[in-house]
């Protein structure tokens, strides 16, 4: 399953985004705060819960340049995933989204692919937030 986020224009260089998602302490950042509990983090990978008791975990892929940075399921979460966060400079802005692979069965598909979508446009909304001064 292939889902991609709303794309969103930043008002910060692509380096200091790449510097903020860069490490995985942030992301609690811009994650729903009311959707969320028992967010564990270190500079390279983290684990929440989301409600109804799943826990995901992410953990860092490494990167191409600062305009890709590259996440992976855990262990912890429910079914294998990639997650890639594109960034491109666009005058003084960055324009940004996540992409979202996964393996994932029809029927599981059903259920998760709204939320999940929902869930990375929240994300790149609060990354635009957190960057507006």
Known sequence: MI?????????ASQQEIFDFLKDANNLYQI???DSISDFKATTDDCSFKVQGGVTISLIHDGEEGIDKIFMKSGAKSPFP??????????????VGFIHFDGEVNMFLKMMVEKPLTNLFNYMTNKLKEHFTK
């Open 3 to 11: 889902l991609d986020s709303n794309k969103v224009t930043v008002p």
């Open 81 to 94: 995933f990639k997650l890639t966060i594109e960034t491109n400079p666009e005058g003084d802005s960055t």
């Open 31 to 33: 994650l729903p705060q």
